[in-house]
């Protein structure tokens, strides 16, 4: 699930670009991406997520809701809630009514929203591609490669080039895995409770708190 998120969190960061996608190279592009996504407050992202390893023949398919705002962040996926002031991280399982809080930051796979897609733009290599499942889709390609030994070797992205909006990602790791996310609605200044970016231990009777801090 933590990979779940870190995937995530990447595909909330690219909302909209400033200028004309045909009028940027994809490294341009890349950072205007990083700079809208910051000055978008409440957005509220509606995706599918899909993770293939064609090999071990899995094929799992979840609907989900994200929320972001700056570092800030609310996750909403297989019945878990993921939840981030920026500071700290509450993962709260409903089923046996348990949270785990940790730092964020406390690990690769704690990164911010920001953050994280900053950390791509400055290790990664970005250019256009060819990709046939986004061309099908109507969406223009940007591909992603990292350095010997990245741990997600390869990012594809699809973007919507007139509404200068992400609407397929796909992420490969080294173990053969493919993180397919479709982003089917984008909501710009959602609103959202004062609170929204917390969770409160006391709103739920009984609940296990394990704090990793």
Same mark, same amino acid.
């Given at each position: 699930?933590?990979?779940?998120?870190?995937?995530?969190?990447?595909?909330?960061?690219?909302?909209?670009?400033?200028?004309?996608?045909?009028?940027?190279?994809?490294?341009?592009?890349?950072?205007?991406?990083?700079?809208?996504?910051?000055?978008?407050?409440?957005?509220?992202?509606?995706?599918?997520?899909?993770?293939? &390893?064609?090999?071990?023949?899995? !094929?799992?398919?979840? &609907?989900?809701?994200?929320?972001?705002?700056?570092?800030?962040?609310?996750?909403?996926?297989?019945?878990?809630?993921? @939840?981030?002031?920026?500071?700290?991280?509450?993962?709260?399982?409903?089923?046996?009514?348990?949270?785990?809080?940790?730092?964020?930051?406390?690990?690769?796979?704690?990164?911010?929203?920001?953050?994280?897609?900053?950390?791509?733009?400055?290790?990664?290599?970005?250019?256009?591609? !060819?990709?046939?499942?986004?061309?099908?889709?109507?969406?223009?390609?940007?591909?992603?490669?990292?350095?010997?030994?990245?741990?997600?070797?390869?990012?594809?992205?699809? @973007?919507?080039?007139?509404?200068?909006?992400?609407?397929?990602? @796909?992420?490969?790791?080294?173990?053969? !895995?493919?993180?397919?996310?479709?982003?089917?609605?984008?909501?710009?200044?959602?609103?959202?409770?004062?609170?929204?970016?917390?969770?409160?231990?006391?709103?739920?009777?009984?609940?296990?708190?394990?704090?990793?801090?």
């Amino acid at each position: 699930m933590k990979k779940v998120i870190l995937l995530m969190l990447l595909a909330g960061a690219m909302l909209f670009a400033r200028q004309a996608v045909a009028q940027k190279s994809a490294d341009q592009l890349l950072k205007a991406v990083i700079e809208k996504t910051r000055n978008t407050p409440n957005l509220k992202i509606e995706f599918s997520y899909q993770m293939i &390893n064609t090999k071990a023949g899995i !094929n799992e398919k979840k &609907n989900g809701t994200l929320f972001l705002n700056g570092d800030a962040y609310k996750v909403l996926i297989d019945g878990q809630t993921i @939840v981030s002031d920026g500071k700290t991280v509450w993962t709260y399982l409903p089923e046996s009514n348990e949270v785990m809080v940790s730092n964020a930051g406390a690990g690769d796979e704690a990164l911010s929203p920001t953050s994280l897609l900053t950390s791509y733009y400055k290790n990664y290599k970005a250019s256009f591609a !060819n990709d046939k499942e986004n061309a099908s889709k109507g969406l223009k390609t940007i591909e992603l490669k990292g350095a010997a030994g990245s741990k997600f070797p390869k990012v594809v992205v699809g @973007v919507r080039e007139a509404a200068e909006q992400l609407g397929r990602l @796909v992420i490969f790791d080294n173990g053969g !895995n493919q993180f397919v996310y479709d982003m089917s609605r984008m909501t710009p200044n959602a609103t959202l409770a004062r609170n929204f970016f917390t969770f409160n231990p006391a709103d739920y009777p009984g609940i296990d708190v394990v704090d990793m801090r």
